[in-house]
């Protein structure tokens, strides 16, 4: 069974800090996807990254894809109140069903 | 543009009754539908996928089914509701990347 390991768990922080979150596993993924979700409201695709090494940037938010696709990280520069919520990432298995192997998730909150 | 529906959003139960939570997905074709649960702290479950009308594949065993009728259209339903059936309920659809409905808040008492 494919796992996909967060962390920290939890994360609190004060505006204009910098953080990363990181998201590991033994296996292999064709993709990894990052969401972000608000309290009460569904999971929001953030970015897909499927290539080894792959960086993608979106604004204040850089996401990693490992070399050997196993693991994958999310960096937040001057983090800002808006970006509190809890952040998942997605680990993609292949094959016509398109099933997620999905993280616990990071609890993260930035206090004004 | 595709956007997907849950309803209701909040549901509050008794232990012992019937369940149906229903998703549609307006804007695509023939896609991968599915269902998870989100408990607290514990990430999301996936419940049921279905690749097409009436195919439905189930990956943990529980007193909760679902059934697609429709192309766009995914039921998760319960003859009994259980008080561990609580949760938050969420439907996504995917043909390449997945998106996620606004989920249903159930609570079983």
């Known amino acids: 069974t494919q796992l996909l390991e967060q962390s920290p768990q939890f994360l609190s922080i004060q505006e204009g800090e910098n953080l990363t979150v990181y998201c590991n596993s033994s296996?292999?993924?064709?993709?990894l996807q990052w969401y972000r979700q608000e309290p009460g409201e569904g999971p929001v695709l953030l970015v897909t990254?499927?290539?080894?090494?792959e960086v993608k940037k979106l604004k204040r938010l850089t996401f990693q894809f490992g070399d050997a696709r196993k693991d994958s990280s999310l960096h937040i520069t001057a983090a800002q109140p808006g970006d509190t919520g809890l952040y998942l990432c997605?680990?993609?298995?292949?094959?016509?069903?398109?099933?997620?192997?999905f993280g616990k998730g990071t609890k993260l909150s930035v206090k004004p | 543009s595709q956007t997907i529906h849950q309803w209701p959003a909040t549901l509050v139960q008794p232990v012992g009754s019937p369940l149906s939570l229903e998703c549609t997905v307006e804007?695509?074709?023939?896609?991968?539908l599915y269902w998870y649960r989100q408990a607290a702290g514990r990430g999301l479950q996936l419940l049921f996928y279905?690749?097409?009308?009436?195919?439905i594949s189930s990956e943990v065993p529980q007193n909760l089914s679902a059934s697609r009728p429709q192309d766009r259209q995914f039921i998760l339903s319960s003859k009994k509701l259980l008080l561990s059936d609580s949760g938050f309920y969420l439907c996504?659809?995917?043909?390449?990347?997945?998106?996620f409905g606004p989920g249903t808040r159930l609570t079983v008492l």
């Open positions: 279905s690749v097409g009308i009436g195919q």
């Open positions: 804007g695509t074709s023939n896609p991968n």
């Open positions: 990254v499927v290539t080894g090494g």
């Open positions: 996504a659809w995917s043909q390449r990347e997945q998106f």
């Open positions: 997605a680990g993609a298995e292949g094959g016509s069903q398109g099933n997620l192997i």
């Open positions: 296996s292999v993924f064709s993709s």
